[in-house]
Nanobody, 127 residues
Framework: QVQLVESGGGLVQAGGSLRLSCTAS????????MGWFRQAPGKEREFVAA????????YYKDSVKGRFTISRDNAKNTVYLQMNSLKPEDTAVYYC????????????????????WGQGTQVTVSS
């Protein structure tokens, strides 16, 4: 079992920044690829970003490329999502998730490939 706890959400004005953190406990964090997803009211949960277990490869949703950066610190059992130039359409509950290692961005974009999920943290961007 892996337990994931997100933090760092909040209310920010458009153009602002937030950094989300997700800290893992339980089984070896470094064994898992990590992803961030988000879900806005009335919408399906969608992929935002992912990082492979060693941190060498990252993948992003097109609309966040150049604005968001995913990173991980295996020594701290933590994955981060740095979000800059935030827009009102980024408003959602953000979830981190852990997946067994897979191949390529298409693998990490699929929610069904993730075995463990955090409880989510709310991000609200005002216009």
């Amino acid at each position: 079992q892996v337990q994931l706890v997100e933090s760092g959400g909040g209310l920010v004005q458009a153009g602002g920044s937030l950094r989300l953190s997700c800290t893992a406990s339980g089984r070896a964090f470094s064994r898992y690829g990590m992803g961030w997803f988000r879900q806005a009211p009335g919408k399906e949960r969608e992929f935002v970003a992912a990082v492979t277990l060693n941190g060498f490869s990252t993948y992003y949703k097109d609309s966040v490329k150049g604005r968001f950066t995913i990173s991980r610190d295996n020594a701290k059992n933590t994955v981060y999502l740095q979000m800059n130039s935030l827009k009102p359409e980024d408003t959602a509950v953000y979830y981190c998730a852990a997946a067994d290692p897979g191949m390529g961005g298409s693998y990490y974009q699929k929610t069904q490939n993730y075995d463990y999920w955090g409880q989510g943290t709310q991000v609200t961007v005002s216009s």
